[in-house]
């Protein structure tokens, strides 16, 4: 299993971006995904996590912000950042795991496997 982010980068306040994580060696409807995020400092927090007939979670400071969705035929999900604000700066990374439910893969961090990150910033 490989996961691998990109889209990362330098925005201002207000603005958007679009991450992407090509995956390979699973597929999305036997897996929990999720999008996480680091901040210098701080713990590793879950942002937004989906499971096929298992539910979408947002964490309640990107609802309405962020959306979490995927392509099957590309193998890649995707994490849509919108209004973002500084407290967003942050290393992003997607997981997936083949046990977990969103809940315990967003609240409690229980990823199989994970990408190497992408780095985040807003500017104010």
Do not use: H
Not at 6 to 17: I, R, T
Not at 27 to 40: E, H, K, L, S, V
Request: aromatic share 12%; hydrophobic share 35%; net charge neutral.
């Amino acid at each position: 299993v490989q996961l691998v982010e990109s889209g990362g980068g330098l925005v201002q306040a207000g603005g958007s971006l679009r991450l992407s994580c090509a995956t390979s060696g699973f597929t999305f409807d036997d897996y929990a995904i999720g999008w996480f995020r680091q901040a210098p400092g701080k713990e590793r927090e879950g942002v937004s996590c989906r499971r096929v007939y298992g539910g979408i979670y947002y964490a309640d400071s990107v609802k309405g912000r962020f959306t979490i969705s995927t392509d099957n035929a590309k193998n890649t999900m995707y994490l849509q950042m919108n209004s973002l604000e500084p407290e967003y700066t942050a290393v992003y990374f997607c997981a997936a795991s083949y046990v977990a439910n969103i809940q315990t893969l967003c609240r409690l961090i229980r990823a199989d496997y994970w990408g190497q990150g992408t780095q985040v910033t807003v500017s104010s």
